[in-house]
């Protein structure tokens, strides 16, 4: 899952796609066009983008199993983000896999794919810090809803075989970009 901006800002497209997970080929994807919920808040991002993405999760044929969200789940000031959001309001096991950190401090990862080390935020742990490639830039998976961060970790290391992003994101983000290209 994905979304999207277009360059003034008021129009954004939410993306979706279903890869089967042993060939991470797309089976199924939506896409919704249209206006943010409201303007841009700290912190309420995932209000912004709910609706939209709600809306492209209605249009597909196909139920995934897991959301994968570009964004946080409990690794968030509120303890609450994007993932965690769609994965109460769909049922649906979620997880969240940022490409920065909107909280908390961890030791360095080792530079091997599949490395990881635990990130805390007061104390407590609220995600992983997670090398996707030798050498590349780790993301940021927490946990969204149904998920221990054990299976999201594996998770996103199945979906991510190739690139420093799962390739559920990957395919979303071309989609959101498209859509948007063909509105403007």
């Not at 890869?19 to 912190?43: E, H, I, K, N, Q």
């Not at 249009?59 to 570009?70: E, I, K, S, W």
């Not at 909280?103 to 104390?123: H, I, T, Y």
């Not at 071309?174 to 509105?183: D, P, T, W």
Request: aromatic share 6%.
């Amino acid at each position: 899952m994905d979304v999207a901006y277009g360059t003034s800002g008021d129009l954004l497209a939410a993306a979706v796609t279903v890869l089967d997970v042993r060939t991470l080929a797309v089976v199924d994807s939506a896409v919704s066009v249209g206006r943010p919920a409201f303007g841009y808040v700290p912190g309420l991002f995932a209000f912004r983008e709910l609706p939209a993405l709600l809306a492209a999760l209605d249009r597909l044929t196909t139920r995934p199993d897991l959301l994968v969200c570009d964004g946080h789940g409990l690794a968030h000031p509120r303890r609450f983000g994007l993932a965690c959001h769609l994965g109460v309001v769909t049922g649906l096991p979620s997880i969240g896999v940022g490409k920065t950190p909107l909280v908390g401090e961890w030791d360095p990862v080792q530079w091997r794919r599949g490395s990881w080390s635990p990130l805390w935020d007061g104390g407590d742990v609220v995600g992983r810090v997670v090398r996707t490639r030798d050498g590349v830039k780790p993301v940021f998976v927490s946990v969204g809803h149904r998920m221990s961060l054990d299976n999201a970790t594996a998770q996103v290391l199945a979906l991510a075989p190739r690139y420093r992003l799962p390739e559920t994101t990957r395919t979303a983000d071309r989609l959101c970009r498209e859509a948007l290209a063909g509105a403007g």
